[in-house]
């Protein structure tokens, strides 16, 4: 009998709580073929975030090999560099209240490879971050979702394309030469200054 209440309480706590999510969305950036019957957001400038509608896949923006995805949306690398890196900010809002988050590298045409998507949101917002991949210049991407069945309404979504910073090393050393520089100089500008 007391076992059975330590089960009635543990079930009331587990169906009580929200650890005990089932329900998830999967994100996913791929190289697909680019097609003009589609809308297209361009990004332009790297940092800036481009507010995107997602919309269901349409027929052969998924390149081959890829598995179905609910919705889609596809861009344009229109920054005239390389992205090496994106940050997709998806709100707490409609299609996704309630879900965890996920980034599967299961598809063939995943671009990215360091992926970092916390299950859950932060102040409203789940920021999963992609890199270890490149979109270049001129590139077509798609960003597709897995989890919310009709696209509309998952919640529009902030789209920033990253570029690589330069690798701390070369900030030090770069730093240490400048100022071993400045030493030098004003060393010898002290040496000057002494001579008769």
Request: a negative charge; one cysteine or more; charged letters at 10%.
């Given at each position: 009998m007391k076992l059975l209440r330590y089960l009635f309480a543990i079930t009331l706590v587990c169906s009580l709580s929200h650890v005990a999510r089932a329900d998830d969305y999967a994100m996913v950036?791929?190289?697909?073929?680019?097609?003009?019957?589609?809308?297209?957001?361009?990004?332009?400038?790297?940092?800036?975030?481009?507010?995107?509608?997602?919309?269901?896949?349409?027929?052969?923006?998924?390149?081959?090999?890829?598995?179905?995805?609910?919705?889609?949306?596809?861009?344009?690398?229109?920054?005239?560099?390389?992205?090496?890196?994106?940050?997709?900010?998806?709100?707490?809002?409609g299609g996704v209240v309630g879900?965890?988050?996920?980034?599967?590298?299961?598809?063939?045409?995943?671009?990215?490879?360091?992926?970092?998507?916390?299950?859950?949101?932060?102040?409203?917002?789940?920021?999963?971050?992609?890199?270890?991949?490149?979109?270049a210049a001129g590139e077509y991407f798609?960003?597709?979702?897995?989890?919310?069945p009709d696209p509309t309404t998952f919640p529009t979504t902030n789209a920033i394309g990253v570029t690589p910073e330069p690798n701390s090393f070369w900030l030090l050393s770069t730093g240490v030469l400048s100022l071993g520089f400045f030493g030098a100089y004003r060393r010898r500008e002290t040496l000057l200054a002494l001579r008769p």
């Open positions: 950036i791929i190289d697909p073929v680019p097609l003009n019957t589609i809308t297209t957001y361009d990004i332009t400038t790297v940092g800036s975030p481009v507010a995107a509608a997602w919309s269901s896949c349409a027929p052969g923006e998924l390149p081959n090999g890829s598995p179905s995805y609910d919705g889609c949306i596809s861009f344009l690398n229109g920054t005239g560099t390389t992205l090496t890196g994106f940050d997709l900010v998806v709100p707490d809002t879900q965890t988050a996920s980034c599967p590298t299961t598809d063939p045409n995943d671009i990215f490879t360091n992926i970092n998507c916390p299950p859950n949101p932060v102040n409203g917002d789940w920021t999963l971050t992609f890199g270890g991949g490149s979109i798609v960003i597709a979702e897995d989890g919310v």
